[in-house]
């Protein structure tokens, strides 16, 4: 019946039957909108009409502070405030003064209360408009962007009636451009949509050159700096839609501000429990970013919350990622600095009666719509002598848990804040049996470090309620957390427990195999971490998912590289070339460019002597058309060299394998310039080199539908070459792990770790943007 009653009210406001019924479902909604009809109805004593019913939903819809719904609520009844724009302009009034009593005088003036707009201002105003943009309106006629009219003429009168605008701009239109012709009511040509992956995925503008639009990805600190995320500035968290407000908040913002001087403050705050991916570097960037960009300080704060699966290596190398990132941390800081606090302040809020001891295990509270917990109104003095039992040891794991009183926005109901856990931690040892999680310690852990920006990826909105609430229940600092999209790439794997079946079932070496996407394994394949952080600013900080193609990561490699990396040469598949008339008695030194395309940034020496070595594949006996290197009756040119050879004889083993060539060499210069110049070593390092292709046949190795086998039935057997005997030149011989170079013609290589003293291993980085198989 209650249900029936509210139904025939709300459709009495001017909702039709669809959306009242759909406002029902929400009991938070449907009773601040009852609550609001009702004593609207009460203040003007008759039916409510549509145009106030509409602003009633409106309120009801939006307002995040219950104690101003009868404040507002007399202001829409007695018309006082009767447009959508004074409503928006009460609603951000009474978020950023959440302390009583308003001031009556200034609300008033910030809502356009009692200002009167004639029609005569939006008749002036809206000619002006039409006036500033008379030479592109009487050209496109009306095909124009009308919202432009309605835009300045809102911007001259702010309270003026859009209706009443639209209607004057409609009006003075008609009479500028006359009824509308056949070629008006054309539609307008659509632009050509550009790719997903250079719009949704990257932050971009757009300019002008040639007459063509040109898509120009901004920095990552143009992306984060100042105004270009609507962010609050510090200590404004209450301007910020959704937060909650107490009696307390305004107190404890002014004291956040004493502290911190009005600095921003992030945090990136990664559990220790394994090694951090191309994800993470994204998270990295943000964090660190947003700080750096708005002359802020980041914390590196480890969770180590879960003793049972951190290990001191995991802190190691998520320190070294972010320093190899070219991010230093202001401050390094761990959960545990802070497990006194949190304790005592876990204990203050059973005391608040907004926590309990439970003994539901683990299983009963899984699913959906897990049973309510019997425990849930115990006695305070009883949770308390429990919580503390806890805390001495007494009961086992998994026997008792802490939980606090709330229903995150997932609907899950009283997240547990404490568990048993009797591993030693790596830092506190026996110190502690009892942990925090994440939704207790996360928030507390912010409010703590006075962080004014918590920056999470988007699974966490549904944790956001609770990271408000608890601060609230405690009445401690509330900092703002803000969500973005995760970043993912199509080919991978990156979660901790797939990474250790790959391990287990030798598919990989380790964490940090250069075929997968960890940043140690990045590292060890030669990517900068600049393109990285290039690849980060290119898919923009945006809130939606992104998957993204492995070659969008590559290009930003090759084009970090291609400055960076001095060139070499070596050769995979060797073949011996003697030249028989080799112009010296002993080899030449010839001077090689280590950036053909800038010899500013110097030489290297080679030797060059009467044997030498090219790529198999760069002869041939019998070629095909179009074929430009080394056959009969085609010489080619040695690169750097200034000579050109053409093939005398062919040398072949008894199962008729071609051995070796025999050439004669004369000076470029001297004749007919050849098709084409190939790369050579001569005295050559014997190196062993990796070629990396990617690790999974499919793009979504995880998902059924794409690979029913499983991720494990998706490898490439052709993820890995080994070159053990390929020759480079000499020039590399002192290099060290991590050195990378442009093998020419091969692509880009860095040295592996694996190397030793006069063995030296490459890793394939990638490949050169030219297929290296071209003629």
Avoid at 195 to 219: H, I, M, W
Avoid at 759 to 766: G, K, P
Wanted: glycine share 6%; with cysteine; proline share 6%.
């Amino acid at each position: 019946m209650a249900a029936l009653d509210s139904l025939s009210l709300f459709t009495g406001l001017g909702l039709s039957e669809h959306k009242a019924r759909e406002t029902l479902k929400n009991t938070v909604l449907s009773a601040q909108l009852r609550e609001a009809a009702t004593q609207a109805q009460q203040t003007l004593g008759s039916s409510i009409d549509k145009a106030t019913g509409t602003l009633l939903y409106g309120l009801a819809s939006r307002l995040r502070d219950p104690r101003r719904l009868s404040f507002l609520v007399s202001y829409i009844a007695s018309r006082k405030i009767h447009t959508e724009t004074q409503l928006s302009a009460a609603l951000e009034y009474v978020r950023s003064h959440p302390l009583d009593p308003i001031n009556t005088e200034d609300f008033e003036q910030e809502c356009g209360v009692g200002v009167v707009v004639t029609p005569e201002q939006i008749e002036e105003a809206v000619e002006a408009a039409i006036n500033r943009h008379r030479a592109k309106l009487l050209v496109e006629r009306y095909h124009f962007n009308m919202g432009l009219l309605m835009g300045d003429a809102r911007a001259a009168l702010k309270w003026a009636d859009g209706k009443m605008i639209k209607h004057e701009v409609d009006m003075q239109v008609l009479h500028l451009l006359g009824p509308k012709t056949e070629t008006d009511l054309e539609k307008k040509p659509k632009m050509a949509k550009a790719r997903p992956e250079e719009t949704d995925q990257r932050t971009a503008k757009d300019v002008v050159e040639n007459g063509e639009a040109v898509v120009q990805t901004l920095s990552l600190m143009e992306q984060l700096r100042g105004e270009a995320l609507k962010f609050h500035k510090p200590g404004e968290n209450y301007k910020t839609p959704g937060y909650v407000t107490t009696p307390h908040t305004m107190d404890l913002l002014k004291q956040h501000l004493e502290i911190t001087g009005g600095q921003v403050r992030t945090r990136f705050p990664p559990e220790p429990n394994g090694i951090l991916h191309i994800g993470h570097a994204k998270a990295i960037n943000f964090n660190f970013g947003y700080a750096k960009a708005n002359n802020g300080i980041c914390f590196l704060r480890f969770d180590d919350t879960n003793p049972e699966k951190e290990e001191a290596k995991f802190f190691t190398a998520i320190y070294d990622m972010v320093a190899w990132l070219g991010y230093t941390p202001y401050k390094v800081t761990y959960a545990s600095d802070y497990f006194d606090q949190l304790y005592a302040w876990a204990v203050e809020l059973i005391r608040r009666g907004q926590a309990y001891v439970c003994h539901q295990r683990g299983e009963e509270l899984k699913g959906h719509n897990p049973l309510p917990s019997p425990w849930r109104d115990r006695p305070t003095e009883e949770s308390l002598l429990l919580f503390e039992a806890m805390r001495k040891g007494k009961f086992a794991e998994g026997e008792a848990t802490l939980r606090m009183k709330l229903v995150m926005e997932d609907g899950k109901m009283d997240p547990v804040a404490y568990r048993v856990k009797y591993t030693p931690h790596h830092r506190t040892g026996d110190t502690w049996c009892i942990y925090p999680t994440y939704d207790y310690t996360h928030c507390l852990c912010d409010s703590i470090e006075h962080i004014t920006h918590s920056l999470c990826t988007k699974e966490f909105q549904a944790r956001r309620s609770s990271y408000f609430w608890l601060c609230n229940a405690l009445d401690v600092y509330c900092p703002v957390q803000w969500e973005y999209g995760r970043l993912n790439l199509h080919y991978a794997v990156v979660s901790k427990r797939k990474i250790l079946q790959l391990v287990a079932a030798g598919a990989v070496r380790d964490w940090d195999d250069p075929r997968l996407f960890t940043l140690t394994a990045l590292r060890r394949r030669g990517f900068p971490p600049e393109a990285i952080n290039n690849f980060c600013a290119r898919v923009g900080v945006t809130v939606a998912q992104t998957t993204m193609e492995p070659h969008l990561l590559e290009a930003c490699v090759r084009d970090v590289l291609n400055d960076t990396a001095p060139r070499a040469m070596a050769v995979l598949e060797p073949l011996q070339v003697v030249i028989t008339n080799f112009p010296a008695t002993k080899a030449l030194d010839i001077q090689v460019p280590n950036f053909p395309a800038d010899e500013t940034k110097g030489f290297h020496q080679v030797p060059f002597g009467s044997t030498v070595f090219i790529e198999r594949m760069d002869f041939k006996e019998e070629p095909e058309p179009g074929y430009k290197r080394l056959a009969w009756g085609q010489p080619v040119g040695l690169r750097h060299t200034g000579y050109v050879i053409e093939l005398q004889h062919v040398v072949k083993g008894p199962s008729g394998c071609v051995e070796s060539l025999k050439v004669t060499c004369r000076r470029a210069d001297a004749g007919e310039k050849p098709k084409a110049f190939i790369h050579w070593v001569s005295q050559p390092l014997t190196c062993e080199i990796r070629l990396y292709e990617r690790l999974f046949q499919h793009k979504n190795p995880e998902d059924p539908a794409e690979v029913p086998g499983g991720f494990l039935s998706d490898l490439n057997p052709a993820s890995l070459q080994v070159v053990e005997a390929a020759l480079v030149d000499c020039s590399v011989a002192l290099a060290k792990p991590f050195d990378k170079f442009q093998f020419e013609r091969l692509g880009y290589f860095s040295v592996d770790p694996d190397s030793n003293q006069g063995q030296l291993v490459f890793n394939r980085t990638v490949t050169l943007k030219e297929d290296p198989g071209k003629v």
